[in-house]
Nanobody, 115 residues
Framework: QVQLVESGGGLVQAGGSLRLSCAAS????????MGWYRQSPGEQRELVAT???????SYAGSVKGRFTISRDNAKNMVYLQMNSLKPEDTAVYYC?????????WGQGTQVTVSS
């Protein structure tokens, strides 16, 4: 199994920045994709960004240019640097791990952006 522990969420004013961290532990596959999803009240969970083991990244159009996903494979960690935050970014952010056998999710961390 894989366990995901998130940190870094909080309250920030519009235009501010936050950095989310996710630490993966357990049976880590040599081939995996890690990423971030988010979900706001009344909305479906949506993809924010992903990063492969080899460093390839993908972003949702709404965050492209503002958010940056990065990985530290030696530490089995993934980060999400969020800049120029907008109230629309307010959501619960979930760390995601896609391995060979199955997908795992973190418990989520709240990000609130005030106007």
């Amino acid at each position: 199994q894989v366990q995901l522990v998130e940190s870094g969420g909080g309250l920030v004013q519009a235009g501010g920045s936050l950095r989310l961290s996710c630490a993966a532990s357990g049976s880590i596959s040599s081939i995996n994709t890690m990423g971030w999803y988010r979900q706001s009240p009344g909305e479906q969970r949506e993809l924010v960004a992903t990063a492969t083991q080899g460093g390839s990244t993908s972003y949702a159009g709404s965050v492209k240019g503002r958010f940056t996903i990065s990985r530290d494979n030696a530490k089995n960690m993934v980060y999400l640097q969020m800049n120029s935050l907008k109230p629309e970014d307010t959501a619960v952010y979930y760390c995601n791990y896609r391995g060979v056998l199955r997908t795992y999710w973190g418990q989520g961390t709240q990000v609130t952006v005030s106007s």
